[in-house]
């Protein structure tokens, strides 16, 4: 989308999600790649007290 000349936060109302998730597709994202998109925070970086 990028290419079509749109905007980052016009891709994030467009796909209809936030500006923070669309950011890190926009510099690390490879289109060819789906896997390239996830931004690695369902890996569980969370610790118990």
Do not use: Y
């Not at 209809?16 to 926009?26: F, N, Q």
């Not at 510099?27 to 890996?43: A, C, I, M, Q």
């Amino acid at each position: 989308m990028l290419n079509d000349g749109k905007t980052q936060r016009e891709i994030a109302d467009f796909i209809g999600c936030s500006l923070k998730t669309v950011a890190p597709w926009c510099v690390h994202g490879d289109p060819n790649n789906l896997e390239s998109l996830e931004d690695g925070r369902k890996n569980g970086n969370h610790k118990k007290a």
